[in-house]
């Protein structure tokens, strides 16, 4: 009986270690999110097409590592998503349309605030 509280005490420390690590690893996510869209649009206001394009690739691979992962955690349509909105957002970089990547970079904030809103623990998605 000793055997079996010690087991169960050691299955549910995991699982909350594993619940912890995970709701860290989602708000890092999106943190760094956050900053790759703050410097699209300062580039963006800055007219510097050229400094966003370079940055572009980066971000693309970030969010392509990341997203499996999430994935992984809550399957959600949304993830696949923002890697379209990620697409759109590369080709009007590249060909230098202001108007259409600012709507694409609020659209991307929106919906990884959503996301994240999504994925995080909440008390009102137990309720």
Same mark, same amino acid.
């Given at each position: ?8 005490? *050691? ?20 943190? #760094? ?23 572009? #690739? ?19 349509? #949304?993830?696949?998503? *923002? ?29 990884? #605030? ?14």
């Amino acid at each position: 009986m000793k055997q079996a509280k010690i087991v169960a005490s *050691v299955i549910f420390i995991i699982i909350i270690t594993g619940g912890i690590i995970e709701q860290l690893y989602i708000k890092k996510t999106f943190s #760094d999110f956050e900053g790759y869209t703050d410097y699209f649009e300062t580039a963006m206001n800055a007219n510097d097409f050229y400094s966003a394009k370079s940055k572009m #690739d980066e971000f693309a691979t970030f969010w392509d590592k990341k997203s499996s992962v999430l994935e992984s955690l809550a399957h959600t349509r #949304d993830i696949k998503t *923002v890697t379209l909105e990620i697409s759109h957002l590369n080709a009007y970089i590249t060909v230098q349309n202001k108007s259409e990547a600012m709507v694409s970079l609020i659209t991307l904030k929106s919906m990884s #605030d959503n996301l994240e809103k999504l994925l995080l623990f909440r008390i009102e998605h137990i309720i």
